[in-house]
């Protein structure tokens, strides 16, 4: 088996051989001239697919110092099958790296069959491991680790065993990941074989892509006549909506009011799948014909 371990330190330790690549095939350009990751020039490692809040905070950082020199090397895969190169390690400093006006990276190129074998779990696991305790990147987590699991069973499934994963694959998991327990990876192997593995990674939303989501409801023929408000997480979903809403009516002098929700965590988007959205929908439509008024919501995509 491919000693990832081995390959993480030859990374990490600049044994294999770095080369200047372009950045821009992993952005797709928006309407406005903003850039916006191409989810299928990358592999997924994390359960979100990027936290914007901290992208924001490292380009204002190196801003105001200056210094460049904490910016992670990328990791890329190369896909022989599909004959395209793909992003495993390095989603939020190569978006730091566009942000800060750079079109240009280095990175490590790894080949997905001699490098990994054939098998997407131990892409993963690099991916996990070159993420961990690096203060330019955001660590590993619980829930990374799980996805690395699923991936194990499936692979296990699609090789004709069990899904289970065996003691030494378990033994494996919790000697490289210690902040993870047997009875964790217990849990999680009963809730794969109960609800399936494969959950697309959390979309998160720049201010860019809710801008220009508001303006693209505001051309829909359906919203004509209608106040339409900032796309808002679904966290408080009974207060800044409700007041805003009220607020924008009187001051445009309409009755029709459209207000987008998004999610930005794992677990709002696990309370929209059970039936969230529907309190919301039920909600808003109550308070209008109460007030006379037509409230109408929206959700974005969580993936």
Same mark, same amino acid.
């Given at each position: 088996?491919t000693n990832i371990i081995k ?5 990490? !330790? ?15 350009? $928006?309407?406005?001239?903003s ?6 020039? *990358?592999?997924q ?8 809040d901290?992208?924001?905070r490292i +380009?204002?950082? +190196?801003n105001?110092t200056?210094?460049? !020199?904490?910016l992670?090397?990328l990791?890329t +895969?190369?896909?022989p099958e ?5 992003? $495993?390690?390095?989603n ?12 240009k990276?280095k990175?490590v ?8 074998g054939g ?5 993963l ?5 070159l993420? *961990?305790?690096? +203060?330019?990147r955001? !660590? ?5 680790v799980?996805?690395?699991l699923?991936?194990?069973m ?12 065996s %003691? ?15 009875a964790?990876?217990? /849990?999680w ?14 979309k998160?939303y ?6 220009? /989501?508001?303006e693209?409801?505001s051309k ?7 106040? &339409?408000?900032?796309p *808002?997480?679904?966290?408080r979903w009974?207060?800044t909506?409700?007041?805003?809403a009220?607020?924008?009516?009187k ?6 009011? $459209? &207000?987008?929700?998004y999610? %930005?965590?794992?677990?709002q988007s696990?309370?929209?799948e059970?039936?969230?959205d ?11 014909e109460?007030?006379g ?7 974005l995509s969580?993936?």
């Open positions: 088996m390959l993480q330190e030859e990374i990490e !330790s600049e044994i294999r051989s770095v080369k200047e690549i372009d950045i821009l095939p992993y952005f797709i350009k $928006l309407a406005d001239g850039y916006v990751p191409n989810p299928k020039k *990358r592999i490692v994390r359960e979100r697919d990027r936290d914007v901290f992208i924001e +380009v204002n950082k +190196v105001q200056g210094d460049r !020199s904490k992670s090397t990791t +895969v190369y896909f599909e004959d395209e190169t793909k992003l $495993l390690n390095g939020h400093t190569v978006e730091i790296e566009l942000l800060l006006g750079m079109q990276a990175a190129n790894l080949d997905f069959v001699k490098d990994f098998k997407m779990s131990l892409v696991r690099l991916g996990n491991l993420n *961990r305790e690096d +203060v330019e955001n !660590s590993t987590s619980s829930a990374d799980k996805k690395e699923y991936e194990i499936d692979e296990r499934v699609a090789d004709g065993k069990d899904a289970k994963p %003691d030494d694959e378990i033994d494996d998991l919790i000697s490289v990941y210690p902040f993870i327990t047997r964790t990876i217990g /849990q192997i009963s809730y794969h074989t109960t609800a399936g593995s494969r959950r697309a990674p959390l998160s720049s201010k860019g892509e809710l801008k220009l /989501q508001k693209f409801y829909q023929r359906k919203y004509k006549g209608y106040v &339409i408000l900032e *808002r997480t679904i966290e009974d207060n909506g409700v007041s805003q009220f607020i924008n009516c001051n445009e002098n309409t009755t029709k009011v $459209l &207000i987008p929700f999610c %930005d965590s794992v677990a696990e309370k929209l059970k039936g969230e529907a309190k919301i929908t039920n909600f808003y439509k109550e308070l209008g109460y007030y008024l037509t409230f109408e919501v929206d959700f969580c993936e």
